[in-house]
């Protein structure tokens, strides 16, 4: 089933943990915004964003359906 | 493995408690925690509670539907008051006796409280949601002074929060800089100063002689003899591992619980969060952590060792890190820095209060520090983690400047 990134822009912090659990999706720029670099990342990466997701300190990142 | 008990109804614990689930685990999990609410995020409790900013709906760690997909036993408002790692027996305040073949320790920290000003109103610790509260309530009234003892993490923090609320804050630290042992002088220094820049009149080199008042606390005596007026105190000198409901458990307790490199204390305990003390292989030191994203992982790790049993585990390893928000700054610290280390400004510059400093020790990278520089820690943290050495993270640094 093909699922696509969410993240909540009014939670995040950028606290980059996820750029560090998955850096193939996610990135925080020298500006320091998050940027989301794929949202339909695919299944061979699933199990890294959702270690992003649990690890995430403001609880900003999901993952939807489609 | 057919039954566990989570002892610790926090993140570490409750991390466990779905880490069990998502392995796969089926059995019967009951948890044991000695707050009454529902588990909660502590992180906003010396920020956006105190700021008033935030319902308290918003820092559950779960909401009803995925909390009710967990099918945990409860026993909330439940303190644990001995073990017996042996049978894996918790018994409760209560009297209640439960037994399981697997159990997570996860009972976390208390905070340190200053000797004979435990009587007085108006003196407050922060740790629990009814802590955040009690002294919101006390900040929205209005107050002429807070007084923070401590200038570490939480007592920054919640001086910052006082002072965007326009309160008037003093803040005393026993060092002669804060943070000095964590983040060495030069680092400390910084850190004093932002709160300097936000009009937080910082004593350092000072400690608590006493508080007075006549049922509430009117001034705070310093060890200089200065007298301080206040309406609130906030206590933030650092937390206890609440390990003493295991005293004749079998287990061994060293500032916390002596687990080996697999988080695991004994056959079927583990332990995790700010309770747990085990020997980080990558940095080769026996280390107990109190920090959020190490309750997580911990927690996890916990998890899958408890269910790995006799078979094949691995060692708990991770880079420590954490953050904290102060005025409109963002600190991170990732790794373990200590006052003795080399330490290099690899981008930005101390005098905007934005950059990333390393610290370097016996030829290796150990710690990362960025004041509102998150992709840079974030970065020199995986090169921790893979073990680089000084020479190779000046050498990255290098390639990227």
Known sequence: MSYRVVVDFDLCESNAVCMQVAPEVFEVRDDDFLYILDETPGEGLRAKVDEAVRRCPKQAISVADG | MKS????GASLAGMRAAESLRREGFDGAITVVGDETDAPYDRPPLSKQVLAGEWATERIALYDAASLADLRLTWRLGARAVSFEAASRTVTLADGERLAADGVVIATGARPRTLRGAEGLAGVYTLRTLADSLAVRAEFDAGPQRVVV?????????????ARGRG????MVEMAETPLERVLGAEMGRVCAEVHADHGVDLRTGVGVESITGAGRAEQVVLSDGARLEADVVVVGVGVVPNTDWLASSGLEIDDGVVCD?????APGVVAAGDVARWP?????????????DNAVEQGMAAARRL??????????????????DQYDRKIQLA??????????VVTGSLEERRFAAIYGRAGRIVAVLGFNRPRHVMQYRRLIASGA?????????????
């Open chain 2, 4 to 7: 566990v008990i989570v002892v």
């Open chain 2, 149 to 161: 003892v401590g200038a570490g993490f939480i007592g920054a923090e919640v001086a910052a929060t």
């Open chain 2, 167 to 170: 309160l008037d804050v003093t």
């Open chain 2, 261 to 265: 490199e697999t988080c695991l204390a």
């Open chain 2, 280 to 292: 980080n292989r990558l940095f080769g030191e026996s280390m107990r952590v109190e920090h959020w």
């Open chain 2, 307 to 324: 269910l790995a049993a006799g078979g094949a585990t691995e060692p708990f390893a991770p880079v420590p890190w954490f953050w904290s």
């Open chain 2, 335 to 344: 790794g373990r820095s200590g006052p003795d280390d080399e330490v290099v």
């Open chain 2, 389 to 401: 050495t000084w020479d190779e993270a000046l050498e990255f640094a290098r390639s990227q400047s």
